[in-house]
């Protein structure tokens, strides 16, 4: 079986080898990000689509700062699924968790940008065979916190979809 090596994934067994997710990881401001290459049974996936997955990672941090500006848009829309996870996860909170999770004393200082500050890239799903929805990037506001994600998504050139999804 033919084989590639991927900087972000290591030895990739090359179509036809099935469908599955590879699991990979990414540093990005120091923290580790995860990783999944998602292949099903139509995808041909070759050395150069491979290769091209590793290019796309290089910019991954401008992808995460549109996907960051498309969430504070939408955290000023009313009833946005940005703006139903800020109110969801910033009412009732613990002593302590307004300092813990968004670095500020009381909860009513979590403005919008306190709580874009406080969103962390987690997880990137990558799905060459859908140039549509090529990246699919999971913000969490941290594990400990809530196992709830902002979804946004971008496609193969790196722009990012009009619409953030609460998973």
Sequence with gaps: M???????????????????AVAGSFTLDGAAVELDLNITDQDRLDEASLHKVDYRLRF???LVESARELI????????????????????NLRAGEAAEVFGVEHPEDISKDVFLRALRLAHVGIFPGQPER??????????????????????????????????
């Design 2 to 20: 033919e084989t590639a090596t991927s900087q972000h994934f290591g030895e990739i067994a090359l179509a036809p080898a099935g469908s599955r």
């Design 60 to 62: 991954l941090h401008e």
């Design 72 to 91: 504070g848009q939408e955290l000023d829309e009313q009833d946005s699924a940005a703006d139903q996870y800020r109110r969801f996860h910033c009412q």
């Design 134 to 167: 090529y990246f699919v990037l999971d913000f969490t506001l941290g594990r400990g916190f809530t196992d709830e994600v902002l979804v946004a998504a971008a496609d193969a050139d790196g722009l990012v979809d009009d619409e953030v999804l609460w998973e």
